[in-house]
């Protein structure tokens, strides 16, 4: 093993305080394994250090929430199904921006697996796509390859796992030009009393690792995506996850036939951080222990070592705790769908995260300190003057009046914010399942309850350059303009999820954009009984490599 060095601390993403942290928690040094796990699991990708204080404040309850913000997805009461049956809407957004920026196509495509995971892991057939994409100028260099691979990526993706894609939004402006952002919804439905949940519990009970085997791919993937961009840009392309639709669909039919039965006790989809944060959270949220034996890990290459197989953000695999004697029952169902099982561990009530590998015990870390107990910050806010001083917004008065209508409208018209987006809804299959009821370019998506004469609406929204303009007010608008497109299609608006795209927390001016946001976002939700259910965080979205630090537009994009 080597020494931990402060040059080595620093490469996982932790400063000194954090460290100090570690050390104070441990009792002692950490060794690889144990650094690697508190780095992704304190990168900002995963404990939401910057804003879980602000986050806290949402309102997330109503009397048709089921499930709010803490597990895999949101899930909301839709009432009764075509046979009698109570059914719920289980929905989540999520980002892929970093990873999406360094390899578009796959960046994109691991981006639609892994929030379809998100929905099907509580128990939901996917019924529904949508995206979410804020890319640069269409003129710059790289953004032609970049909009190409994204698009493709998406398409890619979801038009093979057999879930339509049915809608979303597409914006240009330079701000994006050095960080795009791709966000990715999916809507699920299932019966409310087959509803999965991630809470390992049951002394002894086997933990079973399914789905793909573990690659080196995607290792430090959580810590990529929680700093900005420097100029070794290019050097970040291995923490990329590559994704394999037809393996999602095998997994999707093999969960959902095994969730029929009363085997599982908990599952959750092995997302950012992988290995490490579905097995933390799991112990996490059923107040247990837990003790893997990376020796029944199934790797796809020769000599992975803990601390890769713990990092790795291979996609299309799933944790699940079983109950006692159900294995056999289990495998035989992931054997018919051609999928790795293995039991690689049980439920201990240690309160430890034990990892022993080779006869010998790798990791021991308290797991307090690991997840609830990870740092937060109260980071410093610019105040509003200030704000709208280093904003410097033009006041409307200022423009100048036009003097040419007719070449005011064919500017309009040409410009890329307006002009027609089917050249990229095309590429999506948006009709695959035979139940959508309105093709895209609507106001909302809808998409028909499969088996009734009822349906779900859905909408993505966010005006970027109103949030910049004045935080506040953005984020009550992006919250208003779901509401209003829902309700065009007739549909009564129920919930929310969001997916938060922000700059650097530690500038108070990016902080004064993130707390303005929630604030707007939170009064909107109140006045319009709209609640929270889910959603995602995504921080450091700005750029050195493009020259001078670029920032992206404070974008809390609504679903």
């Not at 799991?282 to 713990?310: F, H, Q, S, W």
């Not at 289990?330 to 006869?359: C, N, P, Q, S």
């Not at 209508?405 to 399942?433: E, F, N």
Request: proline share 6%; hydrophobic share 40%; net charge negative.
């Amino acid at each position: 093993m080597s020494e931990i060095t402060p040059q080595i601390v620093a490469d996982h993403g932790l400063n000194e305080e954090e460290y100090a942290r570690i050390l104070h928690a441990m009792g002692r040094v950490p060794n690889m394994v144990e650094l690697g796990i508190f780095s992704v699991m304190w990168s900002e990708h995963c404990s939401y250090k910057s804003s879980r204080i602000h986050l806290k404040k949402l309102p997330t309850q109503a009397p048709w929430v089921i499930c709010g913000p803490g597990e895999n997805a949101g899930v909301i009461d839709i009432g009764e199904g075509p046979n009698g049956s109570k059914l719920a809407a289980i929905f989540k957004m999520e980002s892929h921006n970093h990873p999406s920026y360094i390899e578009p196509y796959q960046g994109a495509a691991t981006g639609v697996g892994g929030i379809l995971r998100d929905v099907f892991t509580m128990g939901a057939r996917p019924v529904a796509n949508m995206n979410a994409l804020r890319f640069g100028r269409p003129d710059h260099p790289k953004m032609k390859h970049l909009v190409q691979g994204v698009v493709a990526g998406i398409g890619g993706y979801g038009n093979c796992v057999g879930v339509p894609t049915v809608g979303g939004e597409t914006n240009f402006h330079p701000a994006y030009d050095g960080n795009i952002l791709v966000n990715a919804m999916t809507v699920g439905v299932a019966d409310q009393d087959k509803i999965f949940y991630s809470a390992a519990t049951g002394l002894g009970n086997p933990i079973v690792y399914v789905g793909s085997k573990t690659g080196r791919d995607g290792i430090h993937g959580a810590t990529m995506a929680s700093a900005d961009f420097g100029a070794d840009i290019e050097e970040k392309r291995p923490t990329v996850q590559v994704g394999d639709p037809f393996t999602e669909k095998l997994l999707i039919e093999a969960c959902l036939e095994l969730m029929a039965s009363d085997a599982i006790v908990a599952i959750q989809d092995m997302g950012a951080a992988g290995l490490t944060s579905s097995s933390v959270e799991m112990a996490t949220n059923g107040k247990a222990g837990i003790i893997l034996d990376m020796d029944k890990v199934p790797c796809r290459e020769e000599g992975m070592t803990p601390y890769e197989m713990m990092l790795s953000e291979s996609q299309e695999r799933m944790l699940m705790v079983l109950k006692p004697g159900r294995e056999e029952f289990a495998k035989a169902i992931f054997d018919k769908w051609e999928l790795d099982f293995a039991v690689i561990g049980e439920v201990t009530d240690t309160g430890h995260m034990v990892l022993t590998w080779k006869g010998e015990v790798v990791c021991d870390i308290p797991l307090g300190p690991l997840a609830e107990d990870a740092p937060l910050y109260d980071r410093p806010a610019a105040s509003k003057e200030e704000y709208k001083a280093w904003a410097n917004v033009k006041p409307l008065g200022d423009v100048p009046a036009s003097t040419d209508i007719g070449a005011d409208l064919l500017k309009l018209m040409a410009s890329p914010d307006i002009a027609s987006r089917a050249w990229i809804w095309q590429q999506y299959d948006s009709q695959v399942g035979g139940d959508t009821a309105q093709l895209s370019g609507g106001d909302a998506a809808v998409v028909r309850i499969h088996g009734t004469n009822r349906a779900l609406a859905m909408s993505t929204d966010c005006t970027p350059r109103y949030c910049y303009a004045d935080p506040y007010e953005g984020g009550k608008q992006a919250v208003a303009e779901t509401y209003r497109n829902i309700s065009a299609v007739g549909a009564t608006p129920l919930a929310i999820t969001n997916c938060l795209n922000f700059a650097n927390p530690q500038r108070p001016e990016i902080m004064a954009q993130i707390v303005g946001c929630l604030e707007g976002m939170g009064d909107a939700c109140r006045a319009l009984d709209y609640p929270i259910v889910s959603g995602n965080v995504s921080l450091y979205n700005e750029s050195k490599a493009t020259g001078g630090g670029s920032a992206i537009l404070p974008t809390p994009a609504i679903g």
